[in-house]
């Protein structure tokens, strides 16, 4: 194990998480540019005149409009993504990922997204046209029942098309992990470590899945960089997630979220389509009107979302350091995070509530140096 972390300087940290927020905020604002535009130009109906025009299949014309509509955002905001999650990261020196590794995970991503988002493109298109005024009900069940089942699949499916997952090797680490699992009495199908490595010199851990998929799994930059004491730390933090039942809570907030987003969404757009000219609520013209109203209700209520993630993260930072009886690796693998990760430890303080599901690590840290155990 390497515990050698290169030390990056705190102007690093801001100002790199300071050019992700610029870049983060400006292809949002491309969004809703471009999409309003079409709207307010009439681009929108002649787009549609012109995927019918190909077929007179409604959902391959669907299919069409869709990807008509998306080719000016990707022209726009490519080149801000690739700057971002590319060059951004090789300048600060947190990527590992080559040109071409680059492009592969990328297009990995759009044939996923493919397979996946077609269907669900095709069920919401079909609820839209032929369960009236009820359509917003009808899609959000069928989207609690699409969310709970790609919640399973995801680490047995998904994720591998992107890692490559292995049980951990070290024994004694492993045994350490096992003994956290045993005093919580939670029964887990293997300790995984994935190859983040391949791509990035950050680190992280995640619990993820649900029933008999749930797992937790370590990258192999935290295995690498971490002493087994800051590795036990971080378990003992998603174990936390684990045992106070964390993602299905947050399911529950999502979901009541979902309905009431699709709720609003559907009286504001019958009311918003005469105003700009439009015919029908499943008419292809007006679906991209449908989509900035969700994007503008999920922009309002995040902060919802993040105080409830941040809640989540104080209860399991708390098991942690009870579980293990030990701030001092709590502090310094909160600091390697910072380091690693070139993490801003303190953030502007609205932009921490507005926008981060996790409590900035200073207050992390300075909790853990407060905690009585």
Not at 117 to 142: E, Q, R, S
Request: glycine share 4%; proline share 3%; with cysteine.
């Amino acid at each position: 194990m390497n515990t050698d972390i290169k030390t990056h300087d705190e102007k690093d940290a801001k100002k790199y998480s300071k050019i992700k927020n610029i870049i983060s905020f400006s292809e949002t604002i491309l969004f809703f540019v471009i999409f309003l535009t079409m709207i307010f130009t009439g681009t929108t109906k002649l787009l549609e005149q012109y995927a019918h025009s190909l077929t007179g299949n409604d959902y391959i014309a669907l299919l069409i409009f869709i990807l008509l509509i998306s080719i000016p955002e990707f022209i726009l905001v490519s080149p801000l993504s690739f700057y971002s999650s590319y060059i951004l990261e090789h300048k600060y020196g947190l990527s590992n990922q080559t040109i071409s590794g680059y492009f592969l995970e990328n297009l990995k991503g759009l044939a996923l997204s493919a397979v996946i988002g077609i269907p669900v493109l095709f069920a919401f298109f079909y609820i839209l046209k032929n369960t009236g005024d009820n359509w917003w009900l009808i899609l959000g069940i069928v989207m609690f029942f699409f969310s709970v089942i790609l919640g399973q699949l995801a680490p047995v499916l998904i994720m591998p098309i992107f890692y490559k997952f292995k049980e951990i090797e070290n024994e004694s680490l492993k045994k350490k992990l096992l003994d956290l699992c045993l005093h919580a009495g939670v029964k887990i199908k293997g300790i995984f470590t994935f190859d983040m490595s391949k791509n990035t010199k950050k680190a992280n851990a995640a619990f993820t899945g649900l029933g008999k998929t749930k797992r937790i799994i370590l990258g192999d930059t935290l295995i690498d960089k971490f002493n087994d004491e800051e590795i036990e730390i971080v378990f003992a933090h998603e174990m936390g997630h684990y045992t106070k039942n964390h993602i299905v809570k947050m399911m529950v907030l999502s979901t009541v979220l979902t309905f009431a987003g699709l709720f609003l969404t559907s009286k504001l757009y019958d009311i918003l389509l005469p105003v700009f000219h439009l015919n029908s609520r499943f008419e292809l013209a007006a679906l991209p009107l449908m989509f900035i109203l969700l994007s503008l209700y999920g922009i309002i209520t995040s902060p919802l979302s993040n105080i409830q993630s941040r809640k989540y993260e104080w209860e399991a930072d708390t098991y942690a350091l009870e579980t293990t009886k030990n701030k001092a690796s709590f502090i310094s693998a909160m600091e390697k995070l910072a380091d690693q990760n070139l993490a801003d430890k303190k953030p502007n303080k609205i932009l921490e509530f507005l926008f981060h599901s996790h409590p900035s690590l200073d207050k992390r840290i300075n909790f853990a140096k407060q905690y009585i155990l």
